[in-house]
């Protein structure tokens, strides 16, 4: 596989297209090692095959049509008006929607691929450059990593056999960190680069609920799917399907701006947009597929935890090898296999299995906008049409503040357990 690795760096470096790079470099895996390459066909196909998969089409849809529909251009008022004061404003709101919308779509990269196309085309307008708004948009989807109803928590809480209630609590935490973090390097960022405020000052209250109930129905859609989701009326995937479903009912029925040939259109960018991504993930299933063969997470792992026992230098070094997992690896995976194997580690040293879920999903999660494998990274920089250069570029502001909540984690552990300790009681491991 190291040999694999190689050659996708190589022709990445050589400016070929990444989806070939990823695909070209796992169909060199499967020469090497001789294996049947039906083998690499139905890894393609599953890869795509995933129910949770699925909402990142749906979420992309469902972004078009509010770009079609006026919910966008409403929220983008709202949005003025109320973060029009802060530097990078636009930005500022995707940070916000991202800590309400992420446990809703249930995917990191499907979160990242809505909010580049609801609040990209305004980013541009505002003049913020491609690579710092898909910077914005992919980085603040992270948050889903925590915020509940996280798939990757139920994943891991299943597979580590550790309450999923506590960890739905502790979420909250690390999630609304992330979020002020965030928000803070926009600001910052913002400023660096010239994206000045909107406004000189706040708006006052009148204006701003005026233009509140204008945007009533598009405030209404992010409320009824944290509900519908909340109460389990539906699961995050079906979310998505709602999304269009509403959007549609809205630009047709409340404001009438649908029409047959913006439907059209509507419909052919999304096409465009799911055909891309989708290619990528085939690609990545294949190149994950000669990873998890060649068993270099445990290996890394065993060799690892051989190094030292102290609780924070280990952790620090599992925090690495999940960082670098996440580069190479879908996240799934890697809390499918890493769980069992790490988690009575950290539990050895002292570390509360809760704490540690919440700091082995944020880093795993970080892996979508990392490459090789980083979809997110991949669906942000093609949607905003950017390059992954200019994206990691732009961002790294963004990357640090999310770095920044994992070192948090580590030194005040007890931060994570207060909500779980205060609902449920102090645990007894």
Same mark, same amino acid.
């Given at each position: 596989?190291?040999?694999? $690795?190689?050659?996708?760096?190589? #022709?990445?470096?050589? %400016?070929?297209?990444?989806?070939?790079?990823?695909?070209?470099? %796992?169909?060199? #895996?499967? *020469?090497?090692?001789? @294996?049947? *390459?039906?083998?690499?066909?139905?890894?393609? $196909?599953?890869?795509?095959?995933?129910?949770?998969?699925?909402?990142?089409?749906?979420?992309?849809?469902?972004?078009?049509?509010?770009?079609?529909?006026? $919910?966008? +251009?409403?929220?983008?008022?709202?949005?003025?008006?109320?973060?029009?004061?802060?530097?990078?404003?636009? !930005?500022?709101?995707?940070?916000?929607? =991202?800590?309400?919308?992420?446990?809703?779509? !249930?995917?990191?990269?499907?979160?990242?691929?809505?909010?580049?196309?609801?609040?990209?085309?305004?980013? *541009? &307008?505002? !003049?913020?450059?491609?690579?710092?708004?898909?910077?914005?948009?992919?980085?603040?989807?992270?948050?889903?990593?925590?915020?509940?109803?996280?798939?990757?928590?139920?994943?891991?809480?299943?597979?580590?056999?550790?309450?999923?209630?506590?960890?739905?609590?502790?979420?909250?935490?690390?999630?609304?960190?992330?979020?002020?973090?965030?928000?803070?390097?926009?600001?910052?960022?913002? +400023?660096?680069?010239?994206? &000045?405020?909107?406004?000189?000052?706040?708006?006052?209250?009148?204006?701003?609920?005026?233009?509140?109930?204008?945007?009533?129905?598009?405030?209404?859609?992010?409320?009824?799917?944290?509900?519908?989701?909340?109460?389990?009326?539906?699961?995050?995937?079906?979310?998505?399907?709602?999304?269009?479903?509403?959007?549609?009912?809205?630009?047709?029925?409340?404001?009438?701006?649908?029409?047959?040939?913006?439907?059209?259109?509507?419909?052919?960018?999304?096409?465009?947009?799911?055909?891309?991504?989708?290619?990528?993930?085939?690609?990545?299933?294949?190149?994950?597929?000669?990873?998890?063969?060649?068993? *270099?997470?445990?290996?890394?792992?065993?060799?690892?935890? =051989?190094?030292? =026992?102290?609780?924070?230098?280990?952790?620090? @070094?599992?925090?690495?090898?999940?960082?670098?997992?996440?580069?190479?690896?879908?996240?799934?995976?890697?809390?499918?296999?890493?769980?069992?194997?790490?988690?009575?580690?950290?539990? =050895?040293?002292?570390?509360?299995?809760?704490?540690? %879920?919440?700091?082995?999903?944020?880093?795993?999660?970080?892996?979508?906008?990392?490459?090789?494998?980083?979809?997110?990274?991949?669906?942000?920089?093609?949607?905003?049409?950017?390059?992954?250069?200019?994206?990691?570029?732009?961002?790294?502001?963004?990357?640090?503040?999310?770095?920044?909540?994992?070192?948090?984690?580590?030194?005040?552990?007890?931060?994570?357990?207060?909500?779980?300790? @205060?609902?449920?009681?102090?645990?007894?491991?």
């Amino acid at each position: 596989m190291i040999a694999a $690795i190689g050659i996708f760096f190589v #022709f990445l470096l050589l %400016g070929m297209p990444v989806a070939f790079a990823i695909g070209i470099s %796992g169909w060199s #895996f499967f *020469l090497i090692r001789e @294996l049947p *390459l039906s083998i690499m066909v139905q890894k393609c $196909i599953s890869t795509t095959q995933s129910f949770t998969m699925l909402a990142i089409p749906l979420f992309i849809l469902a972004g078009n049509l509010m770009n079609a529909t006026g $919910i966008t +251009r409403r929220l983008m008022n709202l949005a003025n008006v109320l973060c029009g004061h802060m530097y990078g404003s636009v !930005g500022q709101v995707s940070c916000v929607l =991202s800590t309400l919308m992420g446990g809703v779509s !249930g995917s990191a990269v499907a979160d990242a691929a809505m909010q580049c196309r609801i609040l990209g085309p305004e980013m *541009l &307008k505002h !003049g913020y450059s491609r690579g710092w708004s898909a910077a914005v948009n992919g980085l603040s989807g992270l948050i889903v990593a925590t915020i509940p109803p996280s798939m990757g928590l139920i994943i891991y809480g299943t597979t580590g056999e550790v309450s999923i209630g506590r960890l739905f609590m502790a979420g909250w935490f690390p999630g609304v960190l992330m979020m002020l973090l965030l928000m803070i390097a926009v600001r910052w960022s913002a +400023r660096k680069y010239g994206y &000045k405020p909107e406004r000189a000052k706040m708006a006052p209250v009148g204006e701003i609920l005026k233009v509140c109930l204008d945007s009533i129905w598009a405030l209404l859609f992010p409320v009824m799917l944290i509900v519908l989701i909340r109460f389990g009326i539906m699961s995050p995937t079906e979310s998505g399907a709602f999304a269009c479903a509403y959007a549609l009912f809205v630009g047709m029925v409340i404001y009438r701006e649908m029409t047959p040939q913006i439907m059209m259109q509507t419909l052919k960018d999304s096409v465009k947009d799911v055909t891309v991504i989708a290619i990528i993930l085939c690609f990545s299933g294949v190149f994950g597929y000669g990873v998890v063969f060649d068993d *270099l997470t445990t290996t890394l792992a065993t060799a690892l935890v =051989s190094i030292t =026992s102290n609780r924070v230098a280990l952790l620090f @070094l599992v925090i690495v090898f999940l960082l670098i997992c996440g580069c190479f690896m879908e996240t799934t995976v890697i809390a499918l296999i890493l769980t069992p194997i790490l988690k009575p580690v950290m539990e =050895s040293v002292g570390v509360d299995p809760v704490v540690f %879920g919440m700091i082995m999903m944020t880093c795993v999660t970080f892996g979508v906008m990392t490459p090789p494998v980083g979809t997110g990274l991949y669906t942000t920089a093609d949607i905003m049409g950017c390059s992954i250069q200019d994206v990691v570029k732009d961002g790294w502001p963004f990357y640090l503040a999310v770095i920044l909540v994992v070192v948090v984690m580590v030194f005040f552990p007890d931060a994570v357990l207060f909500l779980p300790n @205060l609902v449920y009681g102090v645990s007894a491991v």
